[in-house]
Nanobody, 118 residues
Framework: QVQLVESGGGLVQAGGSLKLSCAAS????????MAWFRQAPGKERELVAA????GGTYIPDSPFTASRDNAKNTVYLQMNRLKAENTADYYC???????????????WGQGTQVTVSS
């Protein structure tokens, strides 16, 4: 099992930027697909970005970028041009393969809050 700890959430103004980090245990981190999900009250958990072990990404929101540093066992989510609708709890996840749904991800962090003020 992979241990995941998110950090970097907080309060930002609309149009601003925020960078989230997810630190993982050193257990074969480079072999795992990683992903970021978000969930707002009353809404379903939604994939924000996924990144393969080799760095290939799937990111529906183009102002956001994802990257990973396997040497540091860390994955990042760079969020630019933030909007109020981006407000949510953001979760880091890992799994054996990249997937759009949450089912394939076997390890989850506790989440970090992102609040965007208008």
């Amino acid at each position: 099992q992979v241990q995941l700890v998110e950090s970097g959430g907080g309060l930002v103004q609309a149009g601003g930027s925020l960078k989230l980090s997810c630190a993982a245990s050193g257990r074969a981190f480079s072999n795992y697909a990683m992903a970021w999900f978000r969930q707002a009250p009353g809404k379903e958990r939604e994939l924000v970005a996924a990144i393969s072990p080799r760095g290939g990404t799937y990111i529906p929101d183009s102002p956001f970028t994802a990257s990973r540093d396997n040497a540091k066992n860390t994955v990042y989510l760079q969020m630019n041009r933030l909007k109020a609708e981006n407000t949510a709890d953001y979760y880091c996840a890992s799994g054996p393969v990249v997937a759009r749904g949450e089912r394939k991800y076997t390890s989850w962090g506790q989440g970090t809050q992102v609040t965007v003020s208008s």
